[in-house]
Each structure stands twice: as C-alpha cells, then as structure tokens.
C-alpha cells in the first residue's frame, strides 16, 4: 500500500509539474470539435477566442507568446487574412506608448521622480498618518505618467528607509530612555559612510541580528545579479519584465523573495505593535496608490491603451475618447479614491486618532518623528541642486501634458483646429514628436564647461565623454519599452477584430437579450463586480481583452451607450489588490515582508469596495453630461445596424 501511494504522489508531482505542457496541448485539442462539427466563422473564432483566453488566465504560456495565437489560427480557420492580422498588432497607441516611454526613461535616468517623492514627503512630514498621505500623494503623481510596477519600485525603497530608522530608533529607545532628539553616534557615523556612496545605488538592507538594530546599505551595479534591499527585487536596469505584465505600461524583473529573510523580518521584534500598523499602512498604501494614480490618464496603465484601441476601432465615428475627456473623468475618481482609502487605511492600522497620527505641530513630534524627517533630508540633500537635465525634462514633461490637454479640448477649438486637414493628428503625434526630441537635446547645458550639470543625478559614462551626449539613449529606451505588452495589446485588438468580422460578436449580443429587463446603472454594476472578482486571478490585459467584445455586444443589444459598461468595467479591471498575484505592485510591496496575505486581504477588500463605489458614483454624475450617456449615440446605432447585416 506504501508503494502504491508512493507511486500515486509521484506520478501527481510529475503531472504538476507537467501542468502548463498539459493546458497548451489538452486544450486546443478538447475544444478542437467546435470548429469540425460547426464550421462557421463565428465557431472558428469562438475557439481561437477561447483558447488565446485560457491561455492567458492559466499563464501556461508567456502573456507576449500567448496574444500571438490569433496571427497563426485565424488565417488557418480563415476568419481574416494574414496581412489584415498583422495589421492588428501596430496601432496608433503603439506610438503613443513609445513617446511616453521616452519621457519615462528620461524621468528615471535623472532622478526626477526621486527628487519629487522626498519632496512631497518632506512638505507632508513624519506624523504617520500624513507620512502615508504624502507617500501615497507623491506616488500617484508618478504612477500618472510612469508604470504602477515601476512608480512603487522606486518609491518602496524610500518608505523603506523611512520604516526602518522608525524601527532602529523605537529599538535604541526600549534600551535607552533618554528623551534627546540628536541621533546616536553610531547613527552619525553611519551617515558619514552613507555619503560616499552613489545616489542612485544607495538601497537600504534591514537585519535584525540578536535584537540588535543594524543599518547596512549596499550598492548594486548593473552588472550585478544580486537582490536590492534584500528581498529579491532586481532593479530596474535590468532589461527583464514581469511575467504577469497586470495592466502597466514598462514592467520590472519581480523574484519571489527569499522566503527565510521574509520569515525572519516577520518574525523579527518590531518596537511596538503600532510601530508594525504604520509599517503595514505605508507599505500597502504604495500599492493602492500606484493603481490609482494609474486610473487618471489613459497611458497611465495598459488597460487605459487597450479599452481606447478597441474602443476607437469598434466605433470609428465616435470622437469622444482622448487624453483630455479620460482626464476630466477619472481625475476626480483618483482624488476620491486617494482620501476614502488613505482614511480606510488609517482606521484599518492606525486607528481613528487622526488628531495624534496628522498633527503637523512640532511640539507633537516624537524622537523618532525627528529622525525619521532628518532621514528623509538627508536623502534629498543627497540629491544635491536641481541639474539642467531634470529642468529639461520637468519642460518636456509639462510640454506634453499641455499639448494633450489642448489638442481637441472640446469647449473650445484645439491647437489642431490651425491645420487645415482633420483628424491626422493625435495624442500619439504629439508624444513621439517630443519623445524624438530627447534623442537630440543634449545633457548638458549649451555654452557650459563644467560637466557638473549634467552628471550630478547620473552618473553614466556617455554624458561625461560626450559633451554632446543626448538626453537618453537607445538603451535607455530599450530598458523600459514593454514589449511583451506592446504584443499583448495587440492580440487584443486582432481578437476584437476576428469578433467583428465573423460576427461572434453580434452572436453574443442575442444570447444576452434576456438581459434586457435590466437598468443600465445595474448592468454596468454587474460588468464592474465580474471584472473586479476575475482580474484578482488573472491579468488585467487579459481579464479587459476578453471582456471589451461581450460588453460592447450587450451593450448594443441592449441600447446603452457602450461607455456606460466599457468606461467603468476598464477602470474596475485595476482593482485586482487582495492578493500578492494581483498585480505586480502588490508583489513588490509583499516581498518587503511588512504585510501577510491575511493583510492584503482584508485591505484590499476594502480598497476594491470603495473603487467599485466611487466609479459607479462617476459615472452616473459627471460622467453623464461628459459623454452623454442618457442616449444610445448614432455611432454605436450605426455599428449595431451594420453588424446586425
């Protein structure tokens, strides 16, 4: 009997195993009927639609190598030509993508955002409750423009040094009552070591060792294949990507931690159990954040890109989506969503006593308040003066957001309307054409002989040997681009494409009609609660790909306007934040060992309740005037009529 369970559980290891060959080959061939028995275009794309969609839930293939499937099956089941797929994958929003990921590289490569970040940390101050106000302000500034996944890489290791000089300190003082605000001396010994080292390498390395407090820093070249801080992150230099890709634009490398230094932090002595809540509260306060800031523009996230994309190619004729209209929507969702879960956060760790944990009176600052802001200016002291290559990209940065704002602001007549022919130019235009610019401009300033200016921030050989030296490289850009999302992206727009020609999708719209009876507002309440539940299990690009074609279906059955399901059902997809798989931000901050799942759970919940909320809040007011949703448009009324012939 031994034997055989031995023999069972070998055979179980080996299937598991064995799992994702299993899933690539067991599907195709078990859904392999549909098309054989019904060879119709609609059943033919119903089976390339299902199993590019198993793919991507089950990952048992790369998310890039998985949106490929539509460019091989559907010229062999002959729903469209190999040249009308190809086509699929390079959209507008590819270029757009591109622009911003050449400000994004030129953001890093001068360490604007770290210089923004402790900014806006120093003006809110180290009282817990507005220490994670302004961490989570400052990270939803950058999440606007940078991906979620690489907003809170940057942004985690500054908390961190934060946490553990709040920890270091509450240690020294359980061994030492005295009440002087000056540091120990070892801590100002430290901080003499501190200041040889590169600004942009400097990452903090927490060990608790015998219940002793020790602060190592260690730096981390590019050629380097170690672990910054300690808990398996790469930086990210290096020129890998998440697996999982969850709806952001450029991705970092993401290791699962090691999990005995997890072990040891979480089982390491915090000073106080309140001193482990403001640990837990400013660690998921990054995550939500960078997902909320990734909801304000539409190449905040992903997701944003490929509702847009597929949204403009169903309905040609509607002119309402641009960066503008996505702004002026979902602005006010971000600034809603920022308050109610920083007070959901508060309550959950931190309690209700906002007059102890928000005061910003000095005579209310403890011992450990005054480190942690001499912390914090010490780091931005680091930084040293405001370089001409951060100034030129502060210009580039503010130049682009204009320009998009003013394109086709709809009040009034846009900077287009001064070209006599229509609807050449886009948000894309603009991006690629300042995109290209960086590569020319140089790094240092015209008529200066110094070579201060240009290599205070960075300190890369190009700009100290080449006077002329742009302000990013190929490289540079290289290092960022996302690919494999790029793919992603347009396998979706080639599935939505498949959808409409062989007519799936008007299919999928008759077998909805029961539906019928329903109000809009409770149909989109549905669409939102399936979208949230699903993406906490699988990829948010996925989760929005498979679901954009059935919505906008029942939407034209059902004589809604299809932004009333599609807008919100697009923001709601983001909010997959209760698991460490959710998405990669939430992997990022739980390598850090602050939080247990346990933790993420009952926040997250939270979190999702209070998006789903305030989305269904915006769309049923301002978002109702803004797209006129009161009435089904004439452009869906069209696609309806020729979809139905």
Known sequence: MRLEAAA?????????????LIVVVFIPLSLLPLPLIHPTSEACCAYVLMVTAVYWVSEAVPLGAAALVPAFLYPLFGVLKSSEVAAEYCKDTTLLLMGVICLAASIEKWNLHKRIALRMVMIAGAKPGMLVLGFMCCTVFLSMWLSNTSTTAMVMPIAEAVLQQL????LADSHDDSDTVEPPEEDSAASGKEETLEKNQLELLYRNDNSECTKEFCTLTEGHAGEVNGFGLNPISNQQFVRHANGHLPQVAIEIPNVKRVKARR???????????????????????????????????????????????????????????????????????????????HFLFLGCNFRETCSLSKKRKTRREM???????????????????????????ILMTLLWFTREPGFVPGWTSLFEKKGYRTDATVSVLLGFLLFLIPARRPFSSSSSSSSSSYSGDSSESDPLAPMITWKDFQRLMPWEIVILVGGGYALAAGCKVSGLSVWIGRQLEPMSGLPPWAVTLLACLLVSAVTEFASNPATLTVFLPILSALSETLQINPLHTLIPSTMCVSFGVMLPVGNPPNAIVFSYGHVQISDMVKAGFGVNLIGVAVVMLAITTWGTPLFSLTEFPAWAMSRNVTGSL
């Open 371 to 397: 480190l942690s802001e001499k912390r914090i200016h010490e780091e931005y002291s680091k930084l040293g003066p405001i370089s001409y290559p951060e100034v030129v990209t502060g210009v580039f940065f």
């Open 267 to 345: 089982d390491s002595q915090y000073p106080t159990k309140r001193d482990h809540m403001i640990c837990k509260c400013l660690s998921l306060s990054i995550t939500y954040a960078a997902t909320i800031g990734g909801l304000i523009t539409i190449t905040g996230t992903s997701t944003n890109l490929i509702f847009a994309e597929q949204f403009n190619t169903r309905y040609p004729d509607a002119k309402v989506i641009n960066f503008g209209t996505w702004f002026i929507f979902s602005f006010p969702i971000a600034l809603i969503m920022l308050v109610l879960t920083w007070l959901w956060l």
């Open 8 to 20: 069972r559980m070998d055979l179980f290891r080996k299937l598991w195993k064995a799992r994702k």
């Open 167 to 170: 920890i270091c300190t509450g």
